[in-house]
């Protein structure tokens, strides 16, 4: 904005201004502070089209906003078109049409993350009556963890966004109600939707119930409950942010991972910088490092190929070694005879672009 704003008191013609301008408050300010002539929206248009419709008739809050993923950029380069991570609708404008349902169904959401909330608020806007359960207070499941770190924070817009959705759209929701598939029979839906999301994987020899051993949910949410010296356990997208988080709450942390990548998840250029954020915050790490027990603040590991017996000392260890789909509700609902479908996570772990993606689709064929 300040550079816009320099070169336009240097030049004698207009003077347009770009990169991350987000919505209608900022481009309003900068016109009106004369900081340039023009704004010019990239992805915050790829993940609202309707933005300055919206703008216009002071629907502020329904806009969905970009996060600033770069899902867009990077899905131009691995897959040749543009993908959104939360505008399922992108490069989708035929397949993504909504039409008003051909007959009105109940239909019962369990899990109330990206995945429930978006077939949720699609399904009731198509003239269905929906019902979404949640089990914990407030909708957005596991992007409430992905957003605590400080640079992930514009994650919560799904969540805002959502939450409007689900009101315009007249969804019923129950928060706090974990349901399980007797109180669901006795709803009679005709439609059952399962997103009831992923849980951490625990290990035998490493469980939450050891002395010591944390869960990456309690390390992001409570820092200041794990140990000064602490080691985390995995190395991927997970493990890469919550050994960032603990070493900006000012934890000596190590990241040891058994394969011989860190953060194989992300792509290159995300990748690279969540790497040098972990160098310059003193995080050691690991690689090739198979985790084999830990006692006694002490975690034993096998290095390398010849598999060298090594004990690295630790007060604490929080787990990080991966999500696998909470999905206990699918096969006693189904034995029932009830149509019942399952999206997001609760299939395979993955991401909020896929959670989306799933929900949409589903809550246009139901
Ligand atoms: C720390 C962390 C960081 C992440 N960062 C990113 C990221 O940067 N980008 C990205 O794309 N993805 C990220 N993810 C993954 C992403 O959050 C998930 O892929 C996505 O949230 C899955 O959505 P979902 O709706 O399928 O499930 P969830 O988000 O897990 O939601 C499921 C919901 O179902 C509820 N539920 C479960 N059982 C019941 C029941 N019986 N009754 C009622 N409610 C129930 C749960 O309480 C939960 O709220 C991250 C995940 C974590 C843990
Ligand atoms: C999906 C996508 C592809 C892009 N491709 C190019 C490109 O090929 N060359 C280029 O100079 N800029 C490219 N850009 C940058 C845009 O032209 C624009 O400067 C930028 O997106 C504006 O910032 P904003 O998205 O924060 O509004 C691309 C941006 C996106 C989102
Ligand atoms: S993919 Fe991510 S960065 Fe690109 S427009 Fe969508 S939310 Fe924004």
Redesign the pocket.
Known sequence: MESAWRIKQAVDIPVMCVGRINGPVLAEEILREGKADLVCMGRALLADPDLPRKAMEGRLEEIRRCVA?NTCINSIFKKGRVEC?VNPELGREKEMVTRRAPKKRKVVV????????EAAWVAASRGHDVFL????EE?????R??A?PTH?KE?LNIIRFHKRQLELSGVQCFMG????PEEIAEMGPEVVIL????KPVELPFLNRKMKGVYT??EA?ERPESIPENVVVAGGG??GC??ALHLAEWGRRVSIVEMTEFIGRQYEAMTRKLILEKLKSNGVEMMTKCRIIGYADNSLRCLLGEDEELLSIEAEGVVLAVG?CP?DE?FGPLSSMGMEVHR????VE???????ILE?ARLARAI
């Open positions: 993923c991570l369990v899990g109330g993350g990206p995945a429930g909330c359960y949640e089990a914990a909708i957005g499941g596991q992007i963890l992905g605590i992930k994650l109600r974990p349901v399980g997103a009831t999301g992923a990456f949910q992001l997208a997970i942010e919550v999500t909470k509700l999206i997001g996570d609760c772990p993955r991401s909020i672009k896929e959670a929900g």
